[in-house]
């Protein structure tokens, strides 16, 4: 079934003092690319969470947010008593100088820049937290695969019933097109024959049935479209298969341009008034179509 690319998933994961929080959200890309917002140090992690998400989006660009509490956690920041000092005494001094009672809290001043530092965790820390990460990783993704599937089938749905009224569009075209040769054929000869009995004409004589036939060739030739049809047939179909595919997105987004070149071409082509309309919503439905698959993995 196919995947959508929109989705997210969250978890969260306890192992021995360590929690690890995972929010997991992806939205429509040509390639994959991952985001990963975490506090300094996870970068060690990276690698092996890149190659974990990988291993289960294949296209997308997905945002990955995470969060350790614990004896770890705990430890990442520390008071700069050093900042905290010099802040306080410039906020003294300035009091002292204009005459304003001195601060009796100093929680405004833990909040300026410098006063809480990240503390730089040792590598084999960060890179004791993996389990706890991996665990939770994978139940995120879990949680991401199951809404990218269920949107994916919505999508597929909403494709099949599209491609249906394509087919059924392209039915009505194919049993138009014979009718369509006999009345241009029709009015070609009566507005010859007007033409060529009016007073104005200099030698009044009916028109030949091999000067008919040789124009009525070249009509057909010119709006011929049995080309177009069995291709839009073809690539319908295989849009069918395609679909019960995990991640077809590249090779629906590249039949979706030809079956919009090939609805092109039969509108270009088209001289009879109900052609046009039909290729128009043929038109419609395709870009309907390129909508969709724009979403799926």
Request: overall charge negative; some cysteine.
């Amino acid at each position: 079934m196919s995947l959508s690319m929109t989705g997210c998933g969250e978890a969260m994961a306890t192992i021995g003092q360590n929690t690890c929080r995972i929010e997991l959200r992806s939205v429509n890309n040509r390639f994959f690319k991952l985001t990963l917002r975490a506090r300094e140090g996870f970068a060690l992690l990276e690698p092996q969470i890149e190659a974990a998400v990988k291993s289960r989006v294949r296209r997308g660009a997905v945002q990955l947010n995470i969060d350790v509490s614990g004896p770890v956690a705990l430890a990442a920041k520390r008071l700069d008593a050093i900042q905290l000092d010099a802040y306080f005494d410039q906020v003294q001094d300035f009091c002292s100088r204009h005459d304003l009672p001195s601060p009796q809290t100093i929680d405004a001043i833990l909040g300026l820049p410098g006063v809480l530092a990240e503390k730089q965790q040792a590598g084999d820390e960060i890179l004791a937290l993996w389990p706890v990460v991996s665990k939770t990783l994978a139940e995120a993704l879990d949680r991401l695969d199951r809404m990218r599937r269920a949107e994916g089938e919505a999508m597929a749905c909403d494709l099949r019933s599209t491609c249906a009224e394509i087919a059924g569009l392209v039915t009505t075209i194919h049993a138009r097109v014979p009718a369509v040769v006999e009345e241009h054929a029709a009015r070609l000869l009566d507005r010859v024959n007007k033409l060529l009995d009016s007073p104005h004409a200099t030698t009044p004589h009916r028109l030949g049935e091999s000067d008919l036939a040789r124009e009525i060739a070249l009509l057909a030739d010119r709006s011929d479209i049995a080309e177009e049809l069995v291709r839009l047939k073809s690539h319908l179909a295989q849009f069918d298969r395609l679909l019960n595919e995990e991640s077809p997105g590249r090779s629906l987004d590249f039949l979706t341009q030809e079956l919009a070149r090939e609805a092109n071409t039969i509108a270009s082509k088209s001289l009879d008034i109900q052609i046009a309309h039909a290729a128009v919503e043929l038109k419609t439905r395709v870009e309907r179509l390129r909508e969709l698959v724009q979403n799926i993995e």
